[in-house]
């Protein structure tokens, strides 16, 4: 299997299995893995259970790490690895933030978003794991991540949301939407295979291109 890109985004809401598919992919083609860094961050538990008192900060701490880590591993390119592959793109600060800040707040975060979001390369593929609200917390309850617990189906659907308007504000990049509500990637071969094929073995254009994966 060729590989045609440098840099592999796996994106997709919460719960979705963005990092369980990057770790896949990374371990079975000698990619550098990227994963995101927030199991320490102390405001995500805070944010949780107070979003209101929260959300800047945590949106502040995760634009921090994430700039902080891309800036670091691309930067550093590696000839051991084939690609890069990220479970998480940098714009997702801007879509989360839009989600949980009021109107001023954001108005601020975006300013200061932007200053630094030219400076991080693009993808040559970004993949969004497209899973209905309803199925993903099913997923979120499944892990069993304690500050997750009371995460509701209308911030999900808000998040999905802010995903789609920024696809269709930023029409540059070679976006995949893979609609994987019947699969099981994560412990099915078979299911892992058919998203493998899809990211690696067809030709994508600039802009949004959609694929529904079933099982067969």
């Known amino acids: ?127 969004y794991l497209h899973v209905k609200p309803e199925n993903l917390l099913s997923n979120i309850k499944k892990r069993g991540r304690n500050y997750e617990q009371g995460i509701k189906i209308d911030y999900l659907e808000s998040i999905q949301n802010g995903y789609f308007e920024f696809f269709r504000q930023n029409p540059k990049i070679r976006y995949l939407v893979l609609d994987v509500n019947q699969l099981d990637f994560v412990e099915d071969n078979k299911d892992y295979g058919m998203v493998k094929e899809a990211i690696f073995n067809n030709e994508y254009n600039t802009g949004v291109n959609r694929l529904i994966l079933n099982k067969k």
């Open 1 to 127: 299997m060729s590989i045609k890109y440098k840099y592999i985004v796996i994106e997709g809401n919460i719960g979705v299995g963005k990092t369980s598919l990057a770790t896949k992919i990374a371990e079975e083609f000698n990619a550098k893995l990227i994963l995101e860094q927030f199991a320490d961050n102390p405001f995500l538990p805070k944010f949780y259970k107070d979003p209101e008192r929260y959300s800047f900060q945590l949106e502040l701490s995760f634009l921090a790490e994430r700039y902080q880590q891309l800036k670091k591993e691309m930067s550093n390119p590696d000839l051991f690895y084939s690609f890069i592959i990220a479970d998480y793109y940098f714009m997702k600060s801007l879509i989360f933030a839009q989600s949980t800040l009021i109107k001023d707040e954001y108005n601020l975060y975006r300013q200061l978003f932007m200053i630094i979001y030219e400076s991080l390369p693009k993808p040559d593929l970004y993949v």
